[in-house]
């Protein structure tokens, strides 16, 4: 198993312009979630998936879209690139689904700078 | 609004000393409590995970403590090594919802 992948490892765009991140599981795991690190703080939630077709919205939304059309791919949408979106981006997987030994598989991180 | 503190923010020992990390929470309503390690640079790697009904987990060198009533987990390291420098996170889940502490950075001096 490869676990969680991301792609680009690094990514530099300039502000107004869009990228697509990418994920990827191969664990079969029906939960997905897109987290953001900034110096000096927690992991942040951006969006979550339940499962195919379902989606919803983290603690900090805002800027991003996600979508999910298949157990194995959940890729991050940004819009219009701002510098306040400069981060490291992770994603995650997670199983058993509902339990509470549900444990959280990461992926190895994508940086963002947006200038 | 759940919120996650951790302290220190940073920590130095020589090696060889036994250390505490510690995590504390504002909402007792929580699924489990899972302890990570970040390398720099890198992902996360899950330690331990306590449910919320378990009071403490163990791996090698490692013993979790929870506490929900009062909103505490220790992460207790035992013998520490200069490869246990990281930044360790601990982070509460409960209903889709996975809220982190800003981390302890650990160095351990040979």
């Known amino acids: 198993n490869a676990g969680v992948t991301q792609t680009p490892k690094f990514q530099v765009l300039k502000t107004g312009q869009s990228m697509t991140l990418q994920c990827a599981q191969d664990?079969?795991?029906?939960?997905m979630s897109w987290y953001r690190q900034d110096p000096g703080m927690g992991l942040r939630l951006i969006h979550y998936?339940?499962?195919?077709?379902?989606?919803d919205q983290g603690e900090v939304p805002n800027g991003y879209n996600v979508s999910r059309s298949t157990t194995e791919d959940f890729p991050l949408r940004l819009l219009s690139a701002a510098p306040s979106q400069t981060s490291v981006y992770f994603c995650?997987?997670?199983?058993?689904?509902?339990?509470?030994?549900?444990?959280?598989?990461f992926g190895p991180g994508t940086r963002l700078l947006v200038l | 609004k759940q919120e996650v503190t951790q302290i220190p923010a940073a920590l130095s020992v020589p090696e060889g000393e036994n250390l505490v990390l510690n995590c504390s929470f504002t909402d007792s309503a929580i699924y489990n409590l899972q302890w990570f390690r970040q390398d720099p640079g890198k992902g996360l790697t899950s330690l331990l995970l306590?449910?919320?009904?378990?009071r403490e987990q163990t791996s090698g060198r490692l013993n979790a403590s929870l506490d929900k009533s009062s909103g505490r987990s220790t992460l207790y390291i035992a013998a520490s090594q200069p490869g246990d420098s990281a930044t360790y996170l601990c982070?509460?889940?409960?209903?889709?919802?996975?809220?982190f502490g800003a981390g302890t950075r650990l160095t351990v001096k040979p």
């Open positions: 664990m079969n795991h029906e939960y």
């Open positions: 982070a509460v889940y409960n209903n889709n919802d996975m809220r």
């Open positions: 995650a997987s997670s199983w058993p689904r509902g339990s509470p030994q549900e444990t959280q598989y």
């Open positions: 998936s339940v499962g195919a077709g379902i989606t």
């Open positions: 306590i449910q919320s009904s378990q």
